[in-house]
């Protein structure tokens, strides 16, 4: 258990580091461009030298790399060239909204999906089994930007019931929260959902269902006491991984309804080639990413003591 | 000969069948753009017409006309070519990829499999979206881009799965009679191996095009998909999306296109898998 967590965190380390590698690679291997994007498209010769000087960029680009690695590690991200501030004092706030964007969809996604691929594992192959495994089909197939193109137009513009955008310009209001959760569950719903169908399905046909069945024991204490203990591990993991992939659904949802969230910051950072921004966001995501990977990987052994014990 | 066999089987899966069926209709519609589309998919002729309204010079614009007054229908009928020839050929580039690391990683195992499973690892802990934005705004927005991102990103998966694969095949009968011939690896990768292999990489191989057809319209709808003004189904969702609040038609219509097309692959991709089970 120790080891498996050491190793873990070792190659969550490693891989942080061979993405920065990469990163650095591809946004600052040539001084000059880096320059041009910092300084503007109409700086002269000079001032781009001068820039380069005083930032050491004329060090060789391993030392630059040691340099900036160093600065990234201590917090300090170097200037957003979009917003002319520090990128610690847009990034901290812009990730809270996300946070809070991500915890209201784990919130309605986790229990509707369980309850869901728990009913239809329960009995494999019935009418509501195959009805719920075809919506999750259908809710899957719909992308991010379509669902929520056709929510706009159900809720915003033929029954008015909310606003179109979530810029929560008068502060924290969630009825603009509504719509952005409504498009990430609706996608991901469906897949937490077969996940759980399927280890559910698993898990009913082992000995142990069959003979607490035998022995009498009324269904609904088999499926609560038995069946679920086992067949809700595997979900765990898939939930986990799913903030993975919740960092990508954000950036679509907060650009479509302006929501100013991480995501949403990801995306300028990348069209207005703000380097050090996006070096910063992409370094979060990466973290966030690993960090879930880690802890799903920990968390299932954890959970399944027939790994825990061996 | 098997290949064909399963897909004729698919008559026994009506999930599967109805996917097939959508995934012909936009087929034919591609094929035949020219002589379907009402009309000329770049011609402005009337802005923010409503569907069901008549052009001043004959035609009906079925499906209204969007902010600048392009017919929407023929835009979404000559969309379609640009999703079926990008979405097939970056998802078959991607495999391609996949299949050679897979392959090699599988059945050379040692130092190459090492090496080929740890940039996968890494490549795979991206969040998958971060990755086409960094690369695209980086490479800049074009067709062969968008390919070689879509590869970049999707190759290691299909590698995990070759790999996994290849680990069983490797000491069937059949290899080791083949190493005895004297065959070469490769040789002995691609067509003693890789032929035995096929049936799940099919099923993947819809899923993932469900995928890449989802990866292009996000593209296009965050602006960093093919160049306008040729006709691409993300890339009219992001021209007409601010204006989805007071003519909803705009957006609405391409939005059903592609979500019915994600939608027959993947109702392809659980029909065959559902046959896969059976025997």
């Given at each position: 258990?120790?080891?498996?967590?050491?190793?873990?965190?070792?190659?969550?380390?490693?891989?942080?580091?061979?993405?920065?590698?990469l990163?650095?690679?591809?946004?600052?291997?040539s001084?000059?461009?880096?320059?041009?994007k910092?300084?503007?498209?109409y700086s002269?010769?000079?001032q781009?030298?001068?820039w380069?000087?005083?930032?050491?960029?004329?060090?060789?680009?391993?030392?630059?790399?040691?340099?900036?690695?160093?600065?990234?590690?201590?917090?300090?991200?170097?200037?957003?060239?979009?917003?002319?501030?520090?990128?610690?004092?847009?990034?901290?706030p812009r990730?809270?909204?996300?946070?809070?964007?991500?915890?209201?969809?784990?919130?309605?996604?986790?229990?509707?999906s369980?309850v869901?691929?728990?009913?239809?594992?329960?009995?494999?192959?019935?009418?509501?089994?195959?009805?719920?495994?075809?919506?999750?089909?259908?809710?899957?197939?719909?992308?991010?930007?379509?669902s929520?193109?056709?929510?706009?137009?159900?809720?915003v513009?033929?029954?008015?019931?909310?606003p179109?955008?979530?810029?929560?310009?008068?502060?924290?209001?969630?009825?603009?929260?509504?719509l952005?959760?409504?498009?990430?569950?609706?996608?991901?719903?469906?897949?937490?959902a077969?996940m759980?169908?399927a280890?559910?399905?698993?898990?009913?046909?082992?000995?142990?269902?069959?003979t607490?069945?035998?022995?009498g024991?009324?269904?609904?204490?088999?499926?609560?006491?038995?069946a679920?203990?086992?067949?809700?591990?595997?979900?765990?993991?898939?939930?986990?991984?799913?903030?993975?992939?919740l960092?990508?659904?954000?950036?679509?949802v907060?650009?479509?309804?302006?929501?100013?969230g991480?995501?949403?910051?990801?995306l300028?950072?990348?069209?207005?080639?703000?380097?050090?921004?996006?070096?910063?966001?992409?370094?979060?995501?990466?973290?966030?990413?690993?960090?879930t990977?880690?802890?799903?990987?920990?968390?299932y052994?954890?959970?399944?003591p027939?790994?825990?014990?061996s | 000969?098997?290949?064909?066999?399963?897909?004729?089987?698919?008559?026994?899966?009506?999930?599967?069948?109805?996917?097939a069926?959508?995934?012909?209709?936009?087929?034919l519609v591609?094929?035949?753009?020219?002589?379907?589309?009402?009309?000329?998919?770049l011609?402005?002729?009337?802005?923010f017409a409503?569907?069901?309204t008549t052009?001043?010079?004959?035609?009906?614009?079925?499906l209204?006309?969007?902010?600048?007054?392009?017919?929407?229908?023929?835009?979404?009928?000559?969309?379609?070519?640009?999703?079926?020839v990008?979405?097939p050929?970056?998802?078959?580039?991607?495999?391609?990829?996949?299949?050679?690391?897979?392959?090699a990683?599988?059945?050379?195992?040692?130092?190459?499999d090492?090496v080929l499973?740890?940039?996968?690892?890494?490549?795979l802990?991206?969040?998958?979206?971060?990755?086409?934005?960094?690369i695209?705004?980086t490479i800049?927005?074009?067709?062969v881009?968008?390919i070689?991102?879509?590869?970049?990103?999707?190759?290691?998966?299909i590698?995990?799965?070759v790999?996994?694969?290849?680990?069983?095949?490797?000491n069937?009968?059949?290899?080791?009679a083949?190493?005895?011939?004297g065959?070469?690896?490769?040789?002995?990768?691609?067509v003693?191996?890789?032929?035995n292999?096929?049936?799940?990489?099919?099923?993947?191989?819809?899923?993932?095009?469900g995928y890449?057809?989802?990866?292009?319209?996000?593209?296009?709808?965050?602006?960093?998909?093919?160049?306008p003004?040729?006709?691409?189904w993300g890339?009219?969702?992001?021209?007409?999306?601010?204006?989805?609040m007071?003519?909803?038609?705009?957006?609405l219509?391409?939005?059903?296109?592609?979500?019915?097309?994600?939608?027959?692959?993947?109702?392809l991709?659980?029909?065959?898998?559902e046959?896969?089970?059976?025997?």
């Amino acid at each position: 258990m120790f080891v498996l967590l050491l190793k873990r965190i070792a190659f969550m380390v490693i891989t942080m580091i061979v993405v920065s590698v990469l990163l650095f690679l591809l946004l600052e291997i040539s001084p000059g461009s880096v320059a041009t994007k910092v300084l503007g498209p109409y700086s002269s010769e000079e001032q781009r030298n001068l820039w380069l000087e005083q930032h050491g960029y004329f060090e060789p680009i391993y030392v630059r790399y040691f340099s900036w690695l160093g600065n990234f590690v201590t917090g300090d991200f170097g200037e957003s060239i979009r917003f002319k501030v520090p990128v610690s004092e847009v990034l901290w706030p812009r990730l809270g909204n996300t946070v809070i964007l991500g915890v209201a969809v784990f919130a309605v996604m986790i229990p509707l999906s369980l309850v869901l691929g728990i009913l239809a594992g329960m009995r494999e192959g019935s009418k509501l089994d195959r009805t719920i495994s075809v919506t999750s089909i259908i809710t899957t197939s719909v992308p991010e930007f379509a669902s929520a193109v056709f929510l706009s137009a159900l809720f915003v513009f033929w029954l008015k019931w909310l606003p179109g955008t979530s810029g929560m310009a008068e502060g924290f209001n969630l009825k603009e929260l509504v719509l952005p959760v409504m498009v990430l569950v609706l996608y991901d719903f469906g897949y937490v959902a077969r996940m759980t169908r399927a280890s559910m399905v698993e898990v009913m046909t082992m000995p142990y269902i069959r003979t607490a069945v035998l022995k009498g024991l009324p269904y609904n204490k088999v499926i609560l006491k038995h069946a679920l203990r086992n067949a809700l591990v595997a979900p765990f993991t898939v939930i986990m991984l799913q903030i993975n992939w919740l960092l990508s659904g954000v950036i679509i949802v907060e650009f479509f309804f302006a929501y100013k969230g991480f995501g949403a910051l990801l995306l300028e950072a990348s069209l207005n080639q703000d380097i050090f921004l996006i070096e910063a966001c992409a370094m979060v995501a990466v973290f966030v990413a690993v960090a879930t990977q880690t802890i799903a990987d920990v968390g299932y052994t954890y959970l399944n003591p027939r790994i825990r014990f061996s | 000969m098997r290949t064909l066999a399963s897909f004729a089987l698919l008559r026994e899966s009506w999930v599967g069948m109805i996917g097939a069926g959508i995934i012909v209709f936009w087929i034919l519609v591609a094929v035949f753009a020219q002589l379907i589309s009402p009309f000329d998919p770049l011609a402005t002729l009337q802005p923010f017409a409503k569907p069901g309204t008549t052009y001043a010079k004959g035609g009906i614009f079925l499906l209204g006309t969007d902010h600048i007054g392009r017919d929407i229908l023929s835009r979404l009928i000559w969309g379609s070519r640009t999703v079926l020839v990008y979405a097939p050929l970056a998802t078959f580039t991607a495999y391609v990829v996949g299949i050679l690391m897979g392959l090699a990683a599988g059945y050379r195992r040692g130092w190459v499999d090492d090496v080929l499973s740890r940039i996968s690892d890494i490549i795979l802990s991206f969040p998958v979206l971060v990755l086409y934005i960094i690369i695209i705004a980086t490479i800049g927005a074009s067709g062969v881009n968008i390919i070689i991102a879509i590869t970049f990103a999707s190759a290691p998966g299909i590698m995990r799965i070759v790999r996994g694969l290849v680990l069983d095949l490797r000491n069937r009968d059949y290899v080791a009679a083949a190493q005895t011939r004297g065959e070469s690896a490769w040789r002995i990768m691609l067509v003693e191996i890789l032929p035995n292999a096929r049936g799940p990489l099919i099923v993947d191989a819809c899923l993932r095009m469900g995928y890449v057809i989802i990866t292009i319209g996000v593209l296009g709808f965050l602006g960093l998909g093919l160049p306008p003004p040729d006709p691409d189904w993300g890339g009219m969702i992001n021209e007409t999306r601010q204006m989805a609040m007071a003519f909803p038609h705009m957006a609405l219509f391409p939005c059903m296109a592609i979500s019915s097309l994600i939608l027959g692959f993947n109702l392809l991709a659980d029909g065959l898998r559902e046959i896969s089970l059976r025997d």
